[in-house]
C-alpha cells in the first residue's frame, strides 16, 4: 500500500511542476548539414528509476542533445515521451545523455561542427508486458465545451489489476487547457468505461499501470 500511495504521489507531483542515433540537421552550426554525423563514443550505463520498477512502468524517451565541436554534450532537451504522461524517467535519461562522450560531425570540409543529435532510449523490464486497452467508448463532447467552441484533451493513469479491472480510481495527471476542469468529467467518464487487458510479468497475470490521453476535437463544418 505504501509503494501505491508513493507512486500516486509522484506521478501527481511530475505532471504538475539503446541506442538508435539520428542526426536532426535543421539546428547544426550555421544551419550546415553535416555530411557525417555524430556517434556515440562512450556511454555510462542506464539506471532504471526506482519508483518506475516499483510500479512497473516503461518507456521510450526520445531526448535531443546538443553536441559541440570537441564531441562533449551540452545541453539536453526531451522531445517526446511513450507513454506521453510519464515523466518520471526524465533525470534519469538527462543524467545519461550528459555522461556520454560522442564523436563529433564533421562538414565536407571533414571539420567538427556542433550538431543536435535525437536518441530514443528505452526502459524495458524484462518478461512484462503493460497492460493494454481492449475496447474504449467515445468520449461525450460536454456541452459547455461545445457552445464555448473549445477543444482539448485529458490524460489519465490508470491502475490495472491481474483481472483486468480498475485497481481504484483513475488519476488526471495532465491536461489541456490545463486550468480548466470542462473535460476532467468526460475523460474520467471514458476511463471509467474502458475494458483492459491486464499485465503480464513472466506469462502471469500481473498489476500494471497504463496511461491514456482522451482527446475532445470539435467536429468539422
Known amino acids: 500500500m505504501r509503494i501505491i500511495i508513493k507512486i500516486i504521489t509522484t506521478i501527481i507531483l511530475i505532471s504538475t511542476i539503446l541506442q538508435a542515433q539520428t542526426v536532426d540537421s535543421t539546428l547544426t552550426e550555421n544551419n550546415v548539414k553535416s555530411i557525417v554525423g555524430p556517434k556515440i563514443k562512450y556511454q555510462p550505463k542506464l539506471k532504471f528509476p526506482e519508483i518506475a520498477r516499483e510500479a512497473s512502468l516503461e518507456a ?7 553536441i559541440v565541436k570537441d564531441g562533449l554534450p551540452y545541453k539536453t532537451e526531451i522531445t517526446k ?22 564523436f ?7 571539420e567538427p ?32 465545451a461545445l457552445e464555448m467552441g473549445l477543444e482539448g484533451w485529458v490524460g489519465l ?19 489541456e487547457p490545463r486550468t480548466s476542469k470542462v473535460f476532467d468529467d468526460a ?32 467536429p468539422s463544418k
Open 157 to 175: 493513469a490508470v491502475l490495472i489489476d491481474k483481472n483486468g479491472r480498475r485497481d481504484r480510481r483513475p488519476m488526471i495527471v495532465s491536461k
Open 81 to 102: 515521451r511513450e507513454p506521453e504522461f510519464v515523466y518520471m524517467f526524465d533525470d534519469e535519461v538527462r543524467r545519461w545523455a550528459m555522461k556520454c562522450q560522442f
Open 104 to 110: 563529433p560531425a564533421l562538414n565536407k570540409q571533414g
Open 60 to 66: 521510450i524517451i526520445h531526448v535531443k542533445v546538443l
Open 187 to 218: 475523460a474520467m467518464n471514458v476511463a471509467m468505461n474502458t475494458r483492459f487487458l491486464p499485465a503480464q510479468m513472466g506469462g502471469r497475470n500481473t498489476k500494471g499501470w497504463i496511461f491514456m490521453k482522451v482527446e475532445f476535437n470539435l
Open 113 to 144: 561542427i556542433t550538431v543536435w543529435m535525437n536518441i530514443p532510449i528505452t526502459f524495458k523490464l524484462r518478461d512484462f508486458e503493460p497492460p493494454k486497452i481492449l475496447e474504449q467508448p467515445v468520449p461525450e463532447y460536454p456541452t459547455k
